[in-house]
């Protein structure tokens, strides 16, 4: 029996808008994040550690490609719930959710979308139980928003090719079984492949010294001449729209997720301002903390009107790689303005660790340039508008 | 053999309990429904005794009595691993017309189980009338459940101790805390899995209930606390004495 006090906040009745299969799947994630990550999170964070022990965890509950047709290991669920599981994720912590965004958007999603079937049957259903972790390489020392001009490339040795190059900021490196990995062949095209934890000339030293995200591992993939088998690069897909497509799928997760993260700091900084008394009375009797919170929930309400329509759109096919960008952009900004402002309600309590919000605050500051910097993604609305790309 | 396990759809227990504008009716807008907590105990030690090496239980069912707004929570109950669902369609207007509808249904099982008490209007009367009205023994306050070779051990906690029980089938056990560690958290396969499990509508049989709802009253709210610097202990006297007029 939870014991929990946290309330989400719904004002417009958006709970109307899911089906009732939504709102189990919807309760049944936070209710495991009240479990298994709320009373260990900051412990983790504070000391920089991933825990490892979720891994297993969420593939039990059903957190990794959960869109995956189950006969691949996923629960065939719609992507309507895939945004509510990285909603509920992210209320417990943004590490957690990147988590399971790269484990399901940037390497299920591409295994099951371009894979061949014996790709598919091979590393499906162990990444979706957790008993393999997996990561996606794409951003480069000198290439992040420009990943078309990426310098990792494979030179064609007959029966296999050759892996050379380096990959950076890659979410769950170290601990990765598999890394997805584009890579540019001899004639230029991107190519993706699936590159095996172990293979000789292959290493991935972990990132340290990072004051965001600090419960989720980050690290880079290093490639010396690493032979990867024909067999291992994933036939259905050329080009940049292959990693693309991986990254809409996974912004159309944060775009959801950081709901969650808002969600928890508005829901501190609430049940903090009726109990603290200032002055006689609580603080949430000064119009300046009614301004604070009344600001927070009507940016999340929007933001949580936004991306039912995004779901409903995507679950029909029709959502747009434009779309997606908007929302992840609008959302994961309202998330760290809900933050910084909310953090204030809190006084000095709200830098420590007894309360969510200076972790939610400084993990978000990753959230808005990975995925698609806060700037770039207000280039590509740019470019919807009037077909002119000025972020090139 | 076959376990029954009855299902209570009440409040999140974050509910802010709101009445009707005459408080006769509880005000139903907004809210977060969930499984009894007590039932959704007594559903998980169902489950485990269905999951060990030698059970001989062939099927776990749910019921509940409710409108079609309740069977998300039996649908939450078949996501955990219960094998079908019965709702039997009307308003759980009392302990007894809930008891009578149930008992309608609740034929054929080797073993049922019923939560304490619901967390809404804490009747804990259903699962003794049903015991009654189905004509089976029943043990309350029931806090651990073995089933052994087909036969049942049963631990209930008694004032200054425990009492251990060995049981016939069939048998009504009402539960409570400790049935259980905790709740099974759905995973999104069971959930999947749920769409295609049989979930039954019976209809509800003609009886009238024993009670009526006159009134709803929501408790006082809390005073606010007041905190006296520890050097002040004359003045804690004081707002003992005038304020709080204990002393």
């Given at each position: 029996m939870s014991d929990t006090k946290y309330k989400a906040p719904d004002h417009f009745q958006v709970d109307e808008l899911f089906s009732e299969e939504h709102k189990i799947v919807r309760a049944s994630i936070r209710a495991w994040v009240d479990r298994s990550v709320k009373p260990i999170i900051e412990d983790y964070a504070n000391r920089a550690?991933?825990?490892?022990?979720l891994v297993k965890e969420l593939g039990a509950i059903g957190a990794f490609g959960p869109y995956i047709p189950e006969e691949y290991g996923g629960a065939g669920l719609d992507h309507m719930s895939y945004g509510l599981i990285m909603q509920e994720l992210e209320r417990g912590d943004s590490g957690i959710r990147s988590m399971a965004s790269v484990q399901s958007s940037l390497v299920m999603y591409p295994i099951y979308a371009f894979g061949s079937e014996e790709q598919r049957k091979k590393y499906l259903p162990k990444l979706a139980s957790g008993e393999m972790i997996g990561c996606f390489g794409l951003t480069e020392p000198n290439h992040g928003s420009d990943?078309?001009?990426?310098?990792t490339h494979v030179e064609d040795k007959g029966n296999h090719y050759l892996l050379h190059g380096a990959k950076m900021w890659i979410t769950n490196a170290s601990i990765a079984d598999i890394a997805i990995v584009w890579a540019k062949d001899e004639q230029g095209v991107i190519r993706g492949m699936i590159v095996e934890k172990g293979w000789k000339g292959f290493t991935a030293p972990e990132t340290h010294g990072k004051w965001s995200l600090r419960a989720s591992v980050t690290g880079e993939l290093v490639f010396d001449d690493v032979i990867v088998p024909k067999e291992n690069v994933l036939p259905n897909i050329q080009g940049l729209k292959g990693p693309m497509m991986c990254l809409n799928s996974a912004r159309y997760g944060i775009a959801w997720g950081v709901i969650g993260a808002a969600m928890d700091c508005y829901d501190a900084a609430l049940r903090y301002s009726l109990e603290r008394s200032q002055f006689g009375k609580p603080i949430a009797s000064f119009q300046l903390q009614q301004k604070k919170l009344a600001e927070a929930l009507t940016e999340i309400t929007k933001a949580q009107l936004l991306t039912w329509r995004l779901g409903t759109l995507r679950d029909a096919g029709k959502a747009t790689a434009a779309q997606i960008s908007m929302a992840k952009r609008n959302n994961v900004f309202m998330a760290l303005n809900i933050a910084r402002e909310t953090r204030q309600i809190l006084g000095a309590m709200g830098i420590t660790g007894d309360y969510p919000i200076m972790r939610h605050m400084m993990n978000l500051e990753s959230v808005i340039t990975y995925e698609g910097t806060h700037d770039v993604h207000l280039l590509i609305t740019g470019n919807e508008i009037t077909g002119i790309p000025a972020f090139k | 053999m076959k376990i029954l396990v009855l299902i209570g759809n009440v409040p999140d227990t974050t509910t802010k309990v709101k009445f009707n504008a005459d408080k006769t009716a509880f005000d139903a807008n907004g809210v977060q429904w969930i499984i009894n907590p007590w039932d959704e105990l007594a559903l998980t030690r169902a489950l485990e005794l269905k999951e060990?090496?030698?059970?001989?239980?062939e099927s776990i069912v749910v019921a509940n009595v409710g409108r079609v707004e309740t069977e998300s929570t039996l649908r939450k109950a078949l996501a955990v691993g219960a094998d079908e669902a019965i709702r039997v369609d009307a308003d759980p207007k009392d302990a007894f017309y809930v008891a009578s509808q149930l008992a309608q249904v609740a034929i054929g099982f080797d073993l049922i189980f019923a939560g304490i008490e619901a967390s809404d209007y804490n009747g804990a009367a259903v699962g003794g009338m049903l015991a009654e009205l189905l004509a089976i023994q029943s043990v309350s306050a029931v806090s651990g459940i073995q089933l052994e070779n087909g036969s049942l051990k049963i631990n209930r906690e008694i004032d200054g101790g425990s009492q251990t029980l060995a049981m016939n089938l069939p048998l009504l056990a009402i539960v409570q805390k400790g049935i259980a560690k905790e709740p099974r958290i759905p995973a999104m396969r069971g959930i999947m899995m749920a769409r295609s499990k049989k979930l039954t509508v019976a209809t509800p049989i003609e009886v009238e209930p024993l009670t009526s709802i006159l009134s709803f009253e929501l408790p006082a709210p809390k005073a606010s606390c007041k905190l006296v610097a520890e050097d002040q202990a004359k003045e804690l006297i004081r707002l003992l004495h005038e304020e709080a007029k204990v002393l």
């Open positions: 550690a991933f825990p490892v022990h990943p078309g001009a990426m310098e | 060990t090496a030698d059970s001989c239980i």
